[in-house]
């Protein structure tokens, strides 16, 4: 029975950090979304005033 316990442990530990770098990893994500489009913006500002 401690087997089954021990074994349970370690899956429960291991789908929590799975759990939390999977939400790290889209928030991580969403951040770099914004960055690339602030990047795109200023690259677009540069172009346009380039330009004219």
Not at 8 to 27: E, H, N, Q, S, W
Request: hydrophobic share 75%.
């Amino acid at each position: 029975m401690t087997g089954l316990a021990v074994i349970l442990l370690i899956i429960g530990i291991v789908l929590l950090l799975l759990g939390v770098f999977v939400a790290a990893a889209k928030f991580l994500l969403w951040i770099g979304i914004v960055i690339v489009v602030i990047a795109v913006i200023v690259w677009l500002m540069k172009y346009i005033r380039r330009s004219t």
